[in-house]
């Protein structure tokens, strides 16, 4: 049997079987209205099959937290940037997502540098909402410089937002009345990536590139349990998992000096997922619910005009974002920041 016609089957399965333990969780709220027969009552069933929809789609935004937590850290590993430049520091803040912090490189070689920063972030994924997360990153670029103006680089590196609070939101329907559930847990997101590509000074003032990037992310999530309410006859109870994402990513980016005192940096990659898995251990009226991820490509892009206002000080105002089907969503972040360069 084909692996989406055996997932309906059980699925179908699970709603009818949850709909007759829900009876004696519910009570009278469900008991009140009855079908024919001596079948399950209706509005059980119809907050079940709901309920389990809802277990789905919270997965899911789940996945799409992660790629916005990816998102707000590339921008500590210098995405709004070009390949090749000087050793600099950068205290930023931007909007969309909330998140603030400082990033920058250092230049160990000609040849070798280290990139990275901190921050501290809020970001929202369909239903889930982290707050109050730090957030770092740090990586190690190659630029083989010595080969001239056309060369390969390569560059591996990692993101870590070790501790923070996310509240995880349900939705679901019976008729016209409109159910929630709610909870909050601890979550962590780690994630490592490698990335090759080429680059090419084809003049003083310009820069181009393109890469590939192979990425892997964890997202760990602790256990909570919705409270059961009239507003929310079919509690979730989340045992606590980690999701885990593949990404592939291929992108290129170009730099442009207009002046001595304006600059520009526009990027534009295209992403795909691969070997998801959902760390959502949900158990609904005692029946565990497990839920299917897909598969998505999206376009993550970027953008920065920079105006110097003094000779190592720089001014920033950039934008970044993706752009595909929910999870991933249509989202944009921007901001400001202040560079110094040494």
């Known amino acids: ?6 997932r309906t089957f059980s699925l179908l399965g699970a709603a009818f079987a949850l709909a007759t333990a829900v009876i004696s969780f519910v009570g009278c709220a469900s008991a009140q209205v009855v079908g024919r027969g001596n079948g399950p009552p209706l509005i059980a069933i119809l907050e079940i099959a709901s309920s389990l929809d809802s277990v789905q789609t919270l997965g899911r935004d789940r996945q799409g937290a992660i790629v916005t937590n990816r998102v707000l850290a590339s921008i500590l590993g210098g995405f709004n940037e070009q390949i090749n430049c000087t050793t600099c520091i950068s205290a930023f803040g931007e909007i969309g997502s909330f998140s603030a ?24 994924s369909g239903a889930v909402q982290v707050a109050s997360i730090p957030l770092g990153a740090a990586s190690l670029r190659y630029d083989f410089t010595e080969l001239g103006i056309s060369r390969p680089y390569v560059e591996a590196g990692a993101i870590a937002a070790p ?15 409109d159910l ?19 680059v090419y000074r084809f003049s003083p003032r310009d820069e181009a590139s393109i890469g590939a990037e192979l990425s892997h992310y964890w997202q760990r999530v602790g256990a909570y349990a919705e409270t059961f309410s009239p507003i929310n006859p079919v509690p979730l109870v989340n045992g606590g998992g980690t999701d885990q994402i593949n990404i592939a990513r291929f992108g290129a980016q170009l730099t442009h000096l207009w002046s001595a005192a304006i600059e ?9 997922s691969f070997g998801s898995r959902s760390g959502l251990i949900a158990t609904v009226a005692g029946a565990s619910v497990p ?9 993550e892009y970027g953008a920065r005009v920079g105006y110097r206002i003094q000779p190592n000080v720089i ?15 249509a989202t944009v972040h921007g901001g400001l920041a202040v560079r110094y360069t040494f």
């Open 264 to 272: 520009t940096q526009v990027n534009l990659g295209i992403a795909r």
């Open 180 to 198: 929630s559930g709610f909870a909050s847990a601890m979550t962590a997101n780690y994630g490592a990536f490698g990335r090759a590509g080429w």
């Open 101 to 124: 912090g400082v990033h920058g490189r250092h230049a160990i070689t000609d040849d070798l540098s280290v990139i990275g920063g901190i921050a501290y972030s809020n970001y929202r």
């Open 1 to 6: 049997m084909p692996a989406a016609r055996h």
């Open 163 to 177: 501790a923070g609070r996310a509240n995880f939101t349900r939705h679901y329907l019976v008729g016209t009345a």
């Open 291 to 299: 839920p299917s991820l897909g598969e998505y490509t999206w376009a």
């Open 315 to 329: 001014v920033d105002a950039f934008a970044d974002g993706t752009l595909g089907p929910r999870p991933i969503g």
